[in-house]
């Protein structure tokens, strides 16, 4: 029984973490995390405490007024970074140094998220977003692509490529 339910934390960990790797999801977290601190959300239903991890409720509870505005600050970063990413006006040059700084900068928020113990529960919803915002954005490419076929207005495609990058 213990092999199993280590193996069973072990999957959850990566599950989560996996997950958050994606910003949409890291920043929802975020806000879960947000309302919980601020009172509006349960702690205890939405926040992992345990004795055999040595994890308490006023640890956690500590964490929470530095590692959120540090989470929030992070965030900015990689919005940037990101924007930087995705500009034809940066080189290839500015695209890897962003590109570096947008994984480490994840990586940090990942391990202050982890610190904080969201329950998995909490996290699962987002694969359903995330997949819905997945397969409008394909819906999208498609119809950008259709619209260019058709020799569509300018405005219509500039409208459909908003949409795709928001």
Known sequence: EISLAKKIEVTRKRFRRNLLRSFFALEATVKVLERVHSGE???????????TERLTKEQVQARMPHNLPLLQHLMAKQRRDFATLISSKSTAEEQAAARTRYVRTRDKMLVLVEELSLRTRRVQPLIRQLEETSQRMDQLKRELAELRAANAPAEKLASVRHELRV
């Not at 959300?41 to 004795?51: A, E, G, N, Q, Y």
């Open 41 to 51: 959300l349960p702690f205890d239903r939405t926040i992992k405490v345990s004795l």
